[in-house]
C-alpha cells in the first residue's frame, strides 16, 4: 500500500492476523497482566471481572474458559503463576541460529574486509531478529542512517507486528514501518515510513488508538522534525541504490497455518507459538496449582473460639499464627481433651505436579519444532561428546537449519542494498561490489578438541588429508595467515626431527647426495 492519504483503520491487517499477533506478543511478554488483558478483558473493557460471559459460549466464553480467562473471585488476592516458556522458545531459537556470527563472504577485496566488520556489528541485530521473528511469525531487516551518530548506515531488526508488507510472489516488494512517536490521551501521533525500491517516504498522522487519521508536516513534531530537513518536496528520500530495497524480510517458517487462506496475509511467517497457547496455558495452571498445593501445605492450626483474641466490640476476634508464647490468654478446656489445639496439615503433590509440568513442557518443545532436551538437563552431568549432543537435538537441529533457508536471502539482500547505498552518492565509498554476498551459518554445536584430534589423527593415517587442511580442522576459528604460519612451523619442527629430512649420517640431506661413508 502506498502511503495512505486519508484517515483508515491501523494497522490495515486483517483482524485474524491482528489477534494472533497481539495473543503472541502477550505470551512472549512474560507479564501476567497482559495475558489477563487478553483473555480476561478481550472486548469487554468495561465490565466486572466477574461477568455472565465467563459462561456462555462463543468467542468470549470460549476465551474465559481458559486458564488465563478465568476470573478471581471476589475478596481472593490472584495466585496465577506464569511460567514463561514462550520467552524460552524464542530465545532458543535465537541462539541456535546466532549464538555465533555468519560468515560473510564479499566478491572483491574491499567487499571482503567490509564483511568482516560488519559481520561483528551485525551479529546483536541478528539475535535480536532472531528472538521476534520466533515470536511473532517474522522479523524485517531495515537499513537506517543518521550521520550525527555514524558515518556509515546499519541494519536494524523490526518485529512483525510493527511494519505492513507487500509481497509479489513470495518476495517482498515493499514494507512501510510505523511507530508511535507520542499518545496524549485519545489522540495517537505515528510516523509511517515506507521502502520502496530507491527511495523512503516519510509521513507523519493524528489519529486515534485504532484509526490514523489526517496527514500533517513532519515538522509538526520534534521526532520528526530532523526527517523533514532530509527529504524532498515529496516526503522521499533518495536512497542511491534504485534497484535495492532497503528492508528485507525474514519468516520464520511457512506456510503460516493460522491464515493460509487470507490473501493479504498469505506470505507472513508462523510463529514458534502457533497452536501451543493452550499447552502454554495449561503449563500456567499447573504451576499455579503446585503452588497452591506448597501454600496449603503449611500447618493450619483449628483453636476453639476461647482462645481468639478480640479485636474490640463488634470486630470479632482473631488468631496470630506465628506468635510463639501466649499469656494471660483466657480459654476453656473440653473435658479429656488434653490438647485443645488441632492442627492441619495437607498433601504436597510434589511428584504429580513435576511430571505434569514436564510433559506439558515437553510436548510444547515438540510441537513448536524442538527436541524436549533443548529445554533441560539431560545425562546428570557427565561429559557428552558433539555427536551424542547432535543425535539428542535432532529435531531442534532439522528445525534450525529450516530456519535457516530463510534467514540466508533475508541478510543477504539487506547486506547487498546497505553496500549499494555506501557505494552510492550518499555515502561514496568505493570498491565495494553490491551484489549480495555468501552468507554461511556456524555451526551450533562444535566440536571438542580432543575430537577434532581424533578425526584428525585418523585422516593423517589415511593420508586422506593434507597437513593444512588437518591445521584448519583442528582450529577452525583461524585465519588464512595463521594456519599458513603453523603449517610452516610443523613442517619445520617435523624436518628437526626427521633424519631423513635433516639428512642424518647415512641419509641424503634435502638435495645433496648420502652422508658419512
Not at 353 to 376: K, P
Not at 447 to 468: K, M, P, V, Y
Amino acid at each position: 500500500m502506498p502511503l495512505p492519504d486519508r484517515d483508515i483503520a491501523w494497522p490495515p491487517t486483517d483482524p485474524c492476523v491482528q489477534n494472533a499477533l497481539a495473543d503472541w506478543d502477550a505470551w512472549y511478554s512474560s507479564e501476567p497482566d497482559r495475558l489477563t488483558d487478553r483473555y480476561l478483558n478481550r472486548g469487554v473493557r468495561e465490565l466486572p471481572e466477574n461477568r455472565p460471559s465467563q459462561y456462555r459460549g462463543g468467542v468470549i466464553g470460549t476465551l474465559s474458559r481458559w486458564f488465563w480467562g478465568q476470573p478471581t473471585e471476589p475478596g481472593q488476592k490472584r495466585e496465577k503463576l506464569h511460567i514463561p516458556l514462550a520467552g524460552d522458545i524464542a530465545r532458543t531459537s535465537s541462539m541456535l541460529l546466532f549464538s555465533e556470527p555468519p560468515t560473510l563472504i564479499g566478491s572483491n577485496d574491499a567487499t571482503k574486509k567490509r564483511m568482516e566488520k560488519l559481520s561483528e556489528q551485525l551479529h546483536p541485530t541478528l539475535l535480536e531478529g532472531g528472538e521476534v521473528c520466533a515470536a511473532l511469525g517474522g522479523a524485517y531487516l531495515r537499513l537506517v542512517w543518521d550521520e550525527e551518530i555514524s558515518d556509515r548506515p546499519w541494519l536494524t531488526a523490526v518485529p512483525a507486528d510493527q511494519a505492513v508488507p507487500e509481497f509479489a510472489y513470495g518476495r517482498l516488494r515493499a514494507a512501510t514501518f510505523w511507530r508511535v512517536v507520542e499518545v496524549d490521551g485519545n489522540t495517537v501521533w505515528r510516523h509511517l515510513e515506507r521502502h520502496e525500491r530507491g527511495r523512503i517516504l516519510h509521513a507523519l498522522y493524528v489519529g486515534t488508538p485504532g484509526m490514523l487519521g489526517r496527514r500533517v508536516p513532519l515538522q509538526d513534531h520534534p521526532e520528526t522534525e530532523p526527517i523533514a530537513r532530509e527529504i524532498t518536496s515529496e516526503d522521499w528520500i533518495d536512497t542511491g541504490a534504485p534497484k535495492h530495497l532497503t528492508a528485507s524480510y525474514a519468516p520464520n517458517v511457512r506456510p503460516a497455518r493460522a491464515w493460509r487462506n487470507i490473501p493479504a496475509a498469505a506470505y507472513w511467517g508462523q510463529s514458534d507459538f502457533q497452536g501451543i497457547e493452550g499447552i502454554m496455558d495449561a503449563l500456567d495452571e499447573s504451576w499455579s496449582s503446585w503452588m497452591r498445593d506448597i501454600i496449603n501445605g503449611k500447618g493450619r492450626i483449628v483453636v476453639p473460639n476461647s482462645m481468639l483474641e478480640s479485636l474490640g466490640p463488634g470486630q470479632g476476634a482473631a488468631w496470630n499464627e506465628d506468635r510463639r508464647v501466649y499469656s494471660g490468654l483466657q480459654m476453656l478446656q473440653r473435658p479429656g481433651d488434653p490438647n485443645p489445639l488441632e492442627v492441619v496439615q495437607f498433601e504436597i503433590r510434589v511428584q504429580q505436579h513435576m511430571d505434569t509440568c514436564s510433559a506439558l513442557v515437553a510436548e510444547a518443545a515438540r510441537q513448536a519444532g524442538y527436541s524436549a532436551s533443548t529445554f533441560g538437563e539431560h545425562g546428570e552431568g557427565q561429559a557428552v561428546t558433539a555427536t551424542e549432543i547432535k543425535a539428542r537435538e535432532r529435531r531442534s537441529l532439522i528445525t534450525r537449519a529450516r530456519k535457516a533457508l530463510y534467514w540466508q536471502p533475508a541478510i543477504a539482500d539487506a547486506l547487498a542494498a546497505q553496500l549499494a547505498v555506501e557505494a552510492g552518492p550518499l555515502f561514496g565509498v568505493r570498491g565495494l561490489d553490491a551484489e549480495p554476498p555468501e552468507v554461511e551459518f556456524q555451526d551450533s554445536i562444535s566440536e571438542g578438541l580432543g575430537e577434532l584430534a581424533t578425526t584428525a589423527e585418523l585422516l593423517e593415517r589415511a593420508r586422506a588429508a593434507s597437513r593444512e587442511t588437518l591445521v584448519r580442522l583442528v582450529n577452525p576459528g583461524k585465519d588464512d595467515t595463521w594456519v599458513k604460519a603453523e603449517v610452516a612451523r610443523i613442517t619445520d619442527e617435523s624436518a628437526m626431527a626427521d633424519p631423513v629430512l635433516t639428512g642424518g649420517e647415512g641419509f641424503p640431506a634435502p638435495g645433496g647426495e648420502p652422508q658419512g661413508g
